[in-house]
């Protein structure tokens, strides 16, 4: 199976709250991440988290960690048609290399 | 200055050609990297350099030979490709490949170039 799980699909209305769920099986992981990959484009850090943190908080973004369960969550706050992208999960442990997921589609209607 | 830049955004090839993608980035980052992206799927890693010197080779096939001149370049040659080649290659660039605490260890990606194999 994948070491990164997510769901492929999510679609929520402006304004809205959007929640993205991650799980990942290492439970060596030492980072992990969300990067967003806009059409035609490379990708681009989001945001992480060490593992030895539960929560950050960063503007729009929260994320969770649940290390027990490995469950990586990362909502973002009054959705915007601008945050319609592709939003991968990603974990790495010590060797920085991360691993990825399969990503998930946000679609943002107005 | 934080991009990472990659020629040609698009390139067409036929199975006998010979091209090479480029890859540039100016931060002073020590660690490089290949990506291979099909659509709808997450990125898999195919190379990385470290210190301008091979450091993981993720099984790929020898139609595909890395190049890095120095700590600012890395190259891809490919010759020979199948049509199931097409796909995105990214590049991406991290301070290091390993690093302490203090590190975020993000990779920078560049745009990507799409090759499309006839």
């Known amino acids: 199976g994948e070491d990164v799980e997510q769901s492929l699909f999510l679609s929520v209305r402006e304004g809205d709250s959007s929640v993205i769920n991650c799980t990942y099986t290492?439970?060596?992981?030492?980072?992990l991440y969300w990067y967003k990959q806009e059409p035609g484009a490379g990708l681009q850090l989001l945001t992480y988290?060490?593992?030895?943190?539960d929560m950050k908080q960063d503007q729009r973004l929260t994320v969770l960690l649940n290390k027990k369960d490995k469950h990586l969550s990362l909502r973002i706050a009054d959705t915007q048609t601008g945050d319609s992208a592709i939003y991968f999960c990603?974990?790495?442990?010590?060797?920085?290399?991360?691993?990825f997921g399969r990503g998930t589609s946000l679609i943002v209607h107005p | 200055d934080t991009e990472v830049t990659q020629t040609p955004k698009h390139l067409v090839m036929g199975m006998t050609n010979k091209k090479s993608l480029k890859c540039e980035q100016h931060?002073?980052?020590?660690?490089m990297y290949w990506y291979k992206q099909k659509a709808k799927k997450p990125p898999e890693l195919m190379f990385v350099?470290?210190?301008?010197?091979?450091?993981i080779n993720e099984s790929v096939p020898s139609r595909f030979s890395p190049e890095c001149p120095n700590s600012s370049l890395l190259n891809l040659h490919l010759h020979a490709l199948q049509p199931e080649d097409s796909a995105l290659y990214l590049c991406?660039?991290?301070?290091?490949?390993?690093?302490?605490?203090?590190?975020?260890?993000?990779?920078?990606f560049g745009e990507g170039s799409r090759l499309t194999v006839l």
């Open positions: 988290i060490f593992s030895n943190m």
């Open positions: 991406a660039s991290s301070q290091g490949v390993a690093g302490g605490p203090k590190d975020s260890g993000e990779l920078f």
């Open positions: 990603a974990e790495a442990g010590g060797s920085y290399i991360p691993t």
């Open positions: 350099y470290s210190y301008e010197k091979l450091s």
């Open positions: 290492d439970s060596s992981s030492t980072y």
């Open positions: 931060m002073g980052h020590r660690a």
